[in-house]
């Protein structure tokens, strides 16, 4: 089992910057990265960001690239997304999650491992 617990969410306004945290514990040796996934109301779960637990490989979707950093501490065990620039069209919740099937890496599918959430607001 992997647990995950995501935190650093907020109300912000547009332009504001914002940085979540997952802390990850059990056995993250057996998943291949960590995503973070966001869910709008009356909207699908989107991929946002992952990174392999090396820290080797970034990956991005592209309405955050040039905006979103994606990080890992040196312990792997709490990575980081660092956000900048926001827009209201950024407001949701965001979710962490561990990757424990080899695939794409925005399948939310291949992901067995979620966080609760934490909720993004970005005002105009």
């Known amino acids: 089992q992997v647990q995950l617990v995501e935190s650093g969410g907020g109300l912000v306004q547009a332009g504001d910057s914002l940085r979540l945290s997952c802390a990850a514990s059990g056995r993250t040796f057996s998943t291949y990265a960590l995503g973070w996934f966001r869910q709008a109301p009356g909207k699908e779960r989107e991929f946002v960001a992952a990174i392999t637990w090396s820290g080797d490989k970034t990956y991005y979707t592209d309405f955050v690239k040039g905006r979103f950093t994606v990080s890992r501490d040196n312990a792997k065990t709490t990575v980081y997304l660092q956000m900048s620039s926001l827009k209201p069209e950024d407001t949701a919740v965001y979710y962490c999650?561990?990757?424990?099937?080899?695939?794409?890496?925005?399948?939310?599918?291949?992901?067995?491992?979620w966080g609760q959430g934490t909720q993004v607001t970005v005002s105009s």
């Open positions: 999650a561990a990757q424990s099937r080899i695939g794409a890496i925005d399948l939310p599918g291949l992901y067995g491992y």
